[in-house]
């Protein structure tokens, strides 16, 4: 059975660093480009940082670019998300999803979501 699972989220204070962990079953998701997202209270849900399956390609938010870090560690089937010098404007669900590109749209699969909190 395809699945991504998140793990990782918590409440932290502004300044701090999370590390995010994505798992995916390797067969079905073989291919895909593998995304963070996140959805704040009341907003909508918007790429945070995307890795392509052979992590030799990057894409990331401007508003995270040198704070947050996406990886890939085949040998674990885990994609990573460290995200340094935390905000409260990083609070949000954060989901990993597989699809293509960074946009929600394109996106087929999702996990269950993992919450970040930030407190100033």
């Known amino acids: 059975q395809a699945q991504l699972v998140e793990s990782g989220g918590g409440v932290v204070q502004a300044g701090d660093s999370l590390r995010l962990s994505c798992e995916y079953s390797?067969?079905?998701?073989?291919?895909?480009?593998i995304g963070w997202f996140r959805q704040p209270p009341g907003k909508e849900r918007a790429a945070v940082a995307v890795i392509t399956w052979s992590g030799g390609g990057t894409w990331y938010a401007e508003s995270v670019k040198g704070r947050f870090t996406i990886s890939k560690d085949d040998a674990k089937n885990t994609v990573y998300l460290q995200m340094n010098s935390l905000k409260p404007e990083d609070t949000a669900v954060y989901y990993c999803?597989?699809?293509?590109?960074?946009?929600?749209?394109?996106?087929?699969?999702w996990g269950q979501g993992t919450q970040v909190t930030v407190s100033s």
């Open positions: 390797d067969y079905t998701f073989r291919g895909y480009d």
């Open positions: 999803g597989a699809g293509a590109g960074y946009t929600s749209n394109t996106y087929r699969y």
